[in-house]
């Protein structure tokens, strides 16, 4: 089973470049989460997107945009990056509904993303 | 706005040693998560923790619940190497449409030693 699938795994950009990472699953659920990860802040919602066609901003969400392409992906755009956006951004999703709390979220293996 | 505070941050502790991971939180919320990271991995999920009183336990783990305390405790029993990794306390909170908000405490760092 793939879960939560992001690509890239390894970036290296200039700053002002701009940027997609993309974020597919296969678990058919509806909900699908960004963050990004910092040395000693664990991790902050960014954007989400509780169902399809539907997306709203998380706790840091200056400097992105979000795309719910479909039920499967979404993906996050740096417009003009930053070096204070170099950091581990991960995906993840999660069911719908009142007995999505039974679940967790299920969570990708990351995009390592610095930025010069 | 939900805060999420854990400690310690940091925890060196010998193989066979018992010890227990703080969580506390700010607000009200009634779903706590426990996730692990390995360096360089992803996260993986170790309990869910739906109601007041709610005790879960896998191996050497055992996590509750104190919903009117606000605290969540992740209970660690006869400490083995494997153990070492990066535990996260995650607390709900619901944000509409059938949606829930995860707010993350800063992890605990722990280090199992021979």
């Known amino acids: 089973n793939a879960g939560v699938t992001q690509t890239p795994k390894f970036q290296v950009l200039k700053t002002g470049q701009s940027m997609t990472l993309q974020c597919a699953q296969d678990?058919?659920?509806?909900?699908m989460y960004w963050y990004r990860q910092d040395p000693g802040m664990g991790l902050r919602l960014i954007y989400y997107s509780a169902s399809e066609g539907t997306t709203d901003k998380g706790e840091v969400p200056n400097g992105y945009n979000v795309s719910r392409l479909n039920k499967r992906e979404f993906s996050l755009r740096l417009e003009s990056a930053a070096p204070s956006q170099t950091s581990v951004y991960f995906c993840a999703s999660s069911e719908y509904g009142t007995a999505f709390s039974n679940q967790p979220q299920h969570f990708g293996d990351g995009t390592r993303l610095s930025i010069l | 706005e939900l805060k999420v505070e854990q400690n310690p941050l940091f925890l060196s502790m010998q193989e066979g040693k018992n010890y227990t991971i703080y969580c506390n939180y700010s607000?009200?919320?009634?779903?706590l998560y426990w996730y692990r990271q390995d360096p360089g991995k992803s996260l993986e999920s170790l309990f869910v923790l739906l109601s007041n009183g709610a005790v879960k336990q896998e191996g050497r783990l055992m996590a509750s619940l104190d919903t009117k305390a606000r605290l969540s405790t992740l209970h660690i029993t006869a400490a083995v190497h494997d153990l070492s990794a990066t535990y996260f306390c995650?607390?709900?909170?619901?944000?509409?449409?059938?949606?829930?908000?995860?707010?993350f405490g800063k992890g605990t760092k722990l280090s199992v030693i021979p």
């Open positions: 678990m058919n659920h509806n909900s």
């Open positions: 995650t607390a709900a909170l619901y944000s509409g449409a059938g949606s829930y908000q995860l707010t």
């Open positions: 607000t009200t919320s009634d779903r």
